[in-house]
Structures are given as C-alpha cells and as structure tokens.
C-alpha cells in the first residue's frame, strides 16, 4: 500500500467520505461529510472478461458504500465494461459478489458508460466535467466547483507508468496528472481524492503528481511491486465453490470492508490506516494473484 502527496498516513474513510482536509492535517475522528460542496464519485473498472471478475466487484463495492454513505446517483459517474454479471461463466446471473459470503453488490449501480465507451477519451472528458468531449454512455461528468470534493477510484492491471483500459490506448501515469492538473487549474475542486489498484501503481504519480494541487493519492503497490488479488479459487478464504475466479482485490477489500463495518463517527483516522494496512499484511501470504 503505497501514498503520494503530503499525507504519510492517508485516512481511507475520511477520503472516501470525501471530506476537506484543510492544510493537509490529520483530525482526531472520523467525521461524516458536512453540506458545504457537492461531492462527486468517479469509480472505473479498467479491464473486462470474466476472468478480470474482480474489479468489477471492487467498483460495484465501492458503489454501494458511497450510496450508503449519502451519495446520490446523479453525482456518482461508473465506468464499467458490464459483462460480468449476465456472463454466461458467472454462476450467479445478474449478481456479483465482492465476498465469499458477500451479498450481491451489483443491484443499482448506473451503467454510466459500458462496453466500448470504456476508454481514455470518455474518462478525461468526465473528470474535466467536458460534457462535449464525451462518446455514448449516459453524458454524465463531474460537473464540479470551487467547494466539491472529488472521489476516484479504478481498479484494474497495471505496469510502470500506465493502468490499463479494454479498449486501447491506456492511461499513462503523465496523461492522468496532466489532466489534474487542469481539473485544478480550473479552480473546479476543493479536494480531490484518488484509490488506484493495480500493479506498479505508484509509478503512475511518482515525481508527477505535484504536492500543491490538492490530491491525494494512494495505491495499492509501489512503483515496483505486485498488487494482488483475494478471495481466490484454491486460497484462503476461498470464493463459493462454484467460482473459478477471484472475487476482489487485497488493496480494495481491505478498505472497503473496514468502512462497511466501522462507525466513521468515531473510528479515528489512525485506527482506519492501521486496522486497513494490517488487514493487507495478514492477507499477502494467501492472495498470491497478482493483478
């Protein structure tokens, strides 16, 4: 689990709650979001085929807790391939878990953009809030101002410098920053947040991602290590029998099931990082796939 900008201990329910971290300073507890700005979600599963179940899980996941953390749908923009639930290999049709014991967390999540409109193009143009420069899906883009906090979170495979894409081309680490690089140029944020799973992931902001712009970034790897994924075929915990495929990713899980079952009004923000960061240390010596 990797950092970039100025925090040394990112709090991962403050971020995904979006809230404001005024100078870059840590608070005490955990505090639900207040009303002062929008807050916006942009969540992308970067990959498509059933073998790549995972990160569609994660996105649908993350879905979900934004909603029950009082998002609505129409500031919440999915990038999704969507051919994983109605997959003819997926024993559950129309349902995707990101738990072996998971409920189905696909139910309700906007199909923003699917399929082909899954790409680079549509992706910039929504966190520039370019509603022109988007292709199909539903038209939606983070349409943000000078008070909103912006969550992006995408899951995918990765390599030095770039994240992956079903369609070609790929995000390339120096593309992505230059694009927050406007996003904040244009003054259309007050913080911006970003979770990146997949492998090698720190080397997409590594000596890119200025320290003065107000992201705040972590990943699931360094700029020279695997990510992994969990819940696999053979491993433990394993998925349902029936599954011959991982269900979620060790970086992604380990948030996001702490958010699910903490009170982020009192869990401090250190007990967050640690609690998350030991859950990804006791797991690394069973999710032995890398993404």
Known sequence: MAMTSSFRLLPLALLLLLL????????????????????????????????????????????????????????????????????????RPGVIINHPQGGDVYAGVPKDYTGKEVNVKN??????????????GSGKVVDSGPNDHIFVFYSDHGGPGVIGMPTYPYVYGDDLVDVLKKKHAAGTYKSLVF????????????????????VYA?????????????????????????YDTCLGDLYSISWMEDSDVHNLRTESLKQ????????????????MVPM
């Open 20 to 91: 404001a971290m005024a100078h870059a300073r840590l608070q005490p507890t955990i505090r639900l979001p207040s009303d002062d700005g929008t807050r916006w979600a942009v969540l992308v599963a970067g990959s498509n085929g059933y073998y790549n179940y995972r990160h569609q899980a994660d996105i649908c996941h993350a879905y979900q807790i934004l909603k029950k953390g009082g998002l609505k749908d129409e500031n919440i923009i999915v990038f999704m391939y969507d051919d994983i639930a109605h997959n003819l290999e997926n024993p």
């Open 123 to 136: 992706l910039f143009a929504v966190l520039l809030g370019n509603k022109t420069a988007v292709s199909g």
């Open 195 to 214: 979770y990146l799973e997949a492998c090698e992931a720190g080397s997409v902001f590594e000596g890119l991602l200025p320290n003065d712009i107000g």
């Open 218 to 242: 972590t990943t699931a790897s360094n700029a020279e290590e695997s990510s992994w994924g969990t819940y696999c075929p053979g491993e433990y915990p394993s998925p349902p029998s029936e």
């Open 272 to 287: 967050q990082y640690d609690l998350s960061r030991r859950e990804q240390q006791l797991r690394t010596h069973t999710a």
